[in-house]
């Protein structure tokens, strides 16, 4: 069952991706999730190759893209080039202390959910993030992330599933890697990405029962090349 979208295919304006200089091949290219985001209004996560004029000059920037619904119905595409990272006083009806400020300059991350007016929608909770790759800062409402019970295989506690929906960093033990590695890490809720973040990665120690099981592990899969060859 395909998953259903704000925007359709059909309404994507082919013409204004190429009057800004985008190829409307690159819509094939993108992965089914990527495309499923961008259908639904929601920044690109490359950055792609734009045309600017600039005092009067043109220029080929890098930018994230965007689809636009009007009231009119019709579609438009809105461009975020790369800017420089500023945290203004009052952002959607929130002004910011000085400890918010400083927590989104150094941790690119509020750290707590707030209520935001925006310009579309009801007033209500938001995460604020700011984009790596543009420096902008992007809200996003939580009722959009779903906090689960478990992550990379460890169980979150009652507290650290409170703390993540919060927009606090929790730090969470026993995650297993796509190799099988045991790891921990920070986690925190990124409304640029929105997703649940990981940083502050370290590898666990494992314990004894553990580490035969791996050697185990490992010997089974050297058999199997063995035979294989």
């Known amino acids: 069952m395909e998953q259903k979208t704000r925007m359709s295919m059909d ?3 082919f013409e204004k991706l ?8 690159f819509v094939g290219k993108m992965e089914k ?7 639904n209004g929601f920044r690109s996560d490359k950055l792609y190759t734009v045309n600017a004029k600039i005092g009067g000059e043109d220029f080929k920037i890098p930018a994230k893209i965007r689809l636009q619904s009007k009231e009119d119905g019709s579609v438009d595409i809105k461009v975020h080039p790369i800017q420089r990272l500023n945290i203004p006083d009052e952002y959607m009806g929130h002004k910011f202390t000085k400890e918010e400020k400083g927590a989104l ?3 690119k991350n509020l750290g707590k959910a ?7 929608g009801e007033r209500g909770p938001f995460y604020l993030s700011v984009d790596s790759k543009t420096n902008e800062l992007i809200p996003l409402r939580t009722s959009y992330i779903q906090i689960p019970d478990k992550i990379k295989g460890a169980t979150l506690s009652a507290e650290q599933k409170e703390n993540l929906a919060s927009g606090k960093k929790v730090m969470l033990e026993g995650m297993t890697s796509k190799d099988d590695k045991k790891f921990s890490a920070a986690l925190q809720v990124d ?3 929105r997703k649940i973040g990981f940083s502050d990665f370290k590898n666990e120690k494992l314990g004894k029962s553990e ?3 791996q050697d185990n592990q490992e010997g089974k899969r050297q058999g199997a090349k063995q035979k294989v060859s």
């Open 191 to 193: 409304a640029a990405s």
């Open 33 to 39: 999730q990527e495309l499923n985001d961008f259908l």
């Open 211 to 213: 580490e035969a099981k």
């Open 114 to 120: 707030v209520e935001l007016t925006p310009k579309i």
């Open 18 to 25: 190429e009057k800004v200089g985008i190829d409307r091949s």
């Open 11 to 13: 309404q994507i304006p």
């Open 105 to 107: 300059l150094s941790d």
